[in-house]
Structures are given as structure tokens and as C-alpha cells.
């Protein structure tokens, strides 16, 4: 008897959805569904409640999920999706139309986008996970200008530039750079 294997499209693992392109499409449609159902029901207990407490609600049932695996599928241009729908659930917290900008209501209630929420999740694993990646000045003995970034692997493959290991190198860098060029505050940065 002959078995044939079929062909697997997605995969969920861990509790993030892998397609056979890894476009994360599949993943982000869904948790699409989750996020709305976080919408419709801070939109139903929004008059109950004071701002306080309808950001907690934001946090444990709209931000864990949205945050939840964000280092891997947080630079696919599907995203935009999911910025969408940060943006409505902000204009139900603070009352406002749909059509209103809810950028300063951002500021007011100290709530990171998705974008900055995904660079702090790559600067922290880049952090949390230093015995992995190298220094340029281990890399060669000549004092250049950037002997005290991180060295960045040549690579010609765009899937492994999109990557996380590749992408949070390439932002600790531009942020360690930026920390450098700023006069105003000195900070001995010592990465493990």
C-alpha cells in the first residue's frame, strides 16, 4: 500500500500561523478576527468604564494579541491591517470619529503604535539574546567608526534580510547610532 504525502499550505505553531511562502499573510488574517471581537466588545463596555480601566482592557484582550509573535511578522507590509485596527480601537477608547486622527490620542495615553512596538520587541531580543551576535571590533582589529556596532552578515537573500536576527542587528545599529550622535546624553552602553 502506498502512502502519499500531502502537500501543508500553513502550519500553526506555538501560536503563530507559518505559511509556505512566509508572507504571514495567513497569520495575520487570523488574528484579524480576534482583534476585531476586542474592538466590538471595548466599544460595548466603553460606557461603564472609566479611561483607566479601558486601557487595561486594551492591554490584556487587544495588545497581547496584537504583540504576541510581532518580532516575526511585524515588517510584512500586511501589517498595515493590523494598524488599522490599533487605530479604531483607540478612537473608541477616547470617543472620537472614525475619520479623526487619533495620533496625539497615542501620546495622551501612552500607548506605543505598532511600529515602535515592533522595534522595541527586536531591540530587546537583540538585548536579551547578545551572546549571539558579534561586535565589529571582534571582527577585525581596526579602530573604524563603527567598531562598537554590531556586525552585520553579508547576505544576498531577501527572505533572510527580512528576517529577525538580520533586521534587529540592522536596528540596534541606526538606534545605537543615533544614542551616539546625540550630545545631550552621554550613556555607556554595554552590550552583553
Known amino acids: 500500500m502506498e502512502v502519499r504525502e500531502a502537500n501543508v499550505y500553513n502550519t500553526e505553531f506555538l501560536g503563530v500561523t507559518l505559511d509556505n511562502t512566509l508572507s504571514?499573510?495567513?497569520?495575520?488574517d487570523t488574528i484579524i478576527p480576534?482583534?476585531?471581537?476586542?474592538?466590538?466588545?471595548?466599544?460595548?463596555?466603553?460606557?461603564?468604564?472609566?479611561?483607566?480601566?479601558?486601557?487595561?482592557?486594551?492591554?490584556?484582550y487587544f495588545h497581547s494579541v496584537m504583540t504576541y509573535g510581532l518580532i516575526f511578522w511585524g515588517n510584512s507590509h500586511h501589517s498595515n491591517i493590523i494598524f488599522r485596527l490599533q487605530k479604531r480601537i483607540i478612537r473608541i477608547i477616547v470617543g472620537i470619529r472614525?475619520?479623526?486622527?487619533?495620533r496625539e490620542h497615542f501620546k495622551k495615553l501612552k500607548i506605543l503604535t505598532l511600529q515602535p512596538q515592533y522595534v522595541l520587541s527586536l531591540l530587546l531580543f537583540v538585548i536579551n539574546n547578545g551572546d549571539y551576535f558579534k561586535m565589529n571590533s571582534e571582527m577585525h582589529n581596526i579602530s573604524t567608526r563603527n567598531k562598537s556596532?554590531?556586525?552585520?552578515?553579508?547576505?544576498?537573500?531577501?527572505?533572510?534580510?527580512?528576517?529577525?536576527?538580520?533586521?534587529g542587528?540592522?536596528?540596534?545599529n541606526s538606534v545605537l547610532?543615533?544614542?551616539?550622535?546625540?550630545s545631550?546624553?552621554?550613556?555607556?552602553?554595554?552590550v552583553p
Open 24 to 28: 504571514w499573510r495567513t497569520h495575520i
Open 34 to 60: 480576534k482583534l476585531s471581537s476586542a474592538c466590538f466588545s471595548l466599544r460595548v463596555v466603553k460606557p461603564f468604564l472609566s479611561l483607566d480601566s479601558l486601557k487595561m482592557v486594551y492591554y490584556s
Open 98 to 102: 472614525g475619520r479623526d486622527s487619533c
Open 149 to 167: 556596532n554590531l556586525h552585520l552578515p553579508i547576505s544576498n537573500l531577501s527572505v533572510y534580510r527580512k528576517g529577525t536576527y538580520y533586521t
Open 169 to 172: 542587528i540592522r536596528v540596534f
Open 177 to 182: 547610532s543615533q544614542i551616539k550622535n546625540c
Open 184 to 190: 545631550i546624553i552621554e550613556i555607556n552602553l554595554n
